[in-house]
């Protein structure tokens, strides 16, 4: 069964400093992995995906997300935060043999960033 | 924007109403998808429908009735809802047939508010 967590309900950070958005997942075979935003009144829009190769996976908007295989996380991570970035973040996860419409969604973490 | 646009932006009924959202896709995908966001949970998958044709429906009740005319428009049929189906109903698109590609991500509406009273 695929399972994927988002620890933290809420994450805040001042705005210059480097943040983090933690996920972990749990999947039967290969993991293809998301991070999707959701800004206030909008959808989700993509951010990032990891399904093979460098275990550092570069985004939109500068973000960054770490695969680690052994720890079985995929955290989100930005060098320097900009009030712009808060936001609702999920991490998905699918395992690579299922169809798109298998993709498990973590419950979300809210990054507010203050100035 | 995303290229899939819902309506309305905001809803509110009564039990005994019947209501339906309305998705639609400018991008020329070929599967759509019902999901409900309540807060702090996880999305919930409720339909998938490829080229038309409902390929899940995951133990959604039957007050919930979906409807796919063509592989742009995605409508959500409401009836006789509870106060707990209140949420945050979000129409999504991907571009393969049943989804099937590996690396496919899905492309998202800005939702529909729905509060049942």
């Known amino acids: 069964a695929q399972s994927v967590a988002q620890p933290e309900d809420q994450v805040n950070v001042a705005e210059g400093n480097p943040l983090t958005v933690k996920c972990t997942y749990s999947?039967?075979?290969?993991?293809?992995l998301f991070w999707y935003v959701q800004y206030p009144n909008r959808g989700l829009q993509f951010l990032l995906k990891?399904?093979?190769?460098?275990?550092l996976v570069k985004g939109s908007y500068g973000f960054e997300a770490e695969f680690n295989k052994s720890q079985t996380s995929f955290h989100l991570k930005k060098p320097s935060a900009l009030v712009s970035d808060s936001a609702l973040y999920f991490c998905?996860?699918?395992?690579?043999?299922?169809?798109?419409?298998?993709?498990?969604f973590g419950s979300g973490t809210r990054l507010s960033i203050r100035p | 924007e995303t290229g899939v646009t819902q309506t309305p932006r905001h809803l509110v009924m009564g039990m005994t109403n019947k209501k339906s959202l309305k998705c639609e896709q400018h991008l020329g995908h070929n599967a759509m998808y019902w999901y409900k966001q309540s807060a702090k949970k996880p999305l919930e998958l409720m339909f998938v429908y490829s080229l038309e044709e409902r390929v899940e429906n995951n133990s959604v009740p039957s007050r919930f009735s979906p409807e796919c005319p063509n592989s742009s428009h995605l409508f959500l049929h409401l009836h006789t809802l509870q106060p707990e189906d209140s949420a945050l109903y979000l129409c999504a698109s991907s571009q393969s047939p049943q989804a099937t590609k590996a690396s496919e991500k899905l492309f998202f509406g800005s939702g529909t508010q729905l509060s049942v009273l």
């Open positions: 990891y399904i093979t190769g460098d275990n």
């Open positions: 998905a996860v699918r395992d690579g043999y299922s169809s798109a419409s298998k993709i498990i």
């Open positions: 999947v039967s075979g290969n993991p293809y």
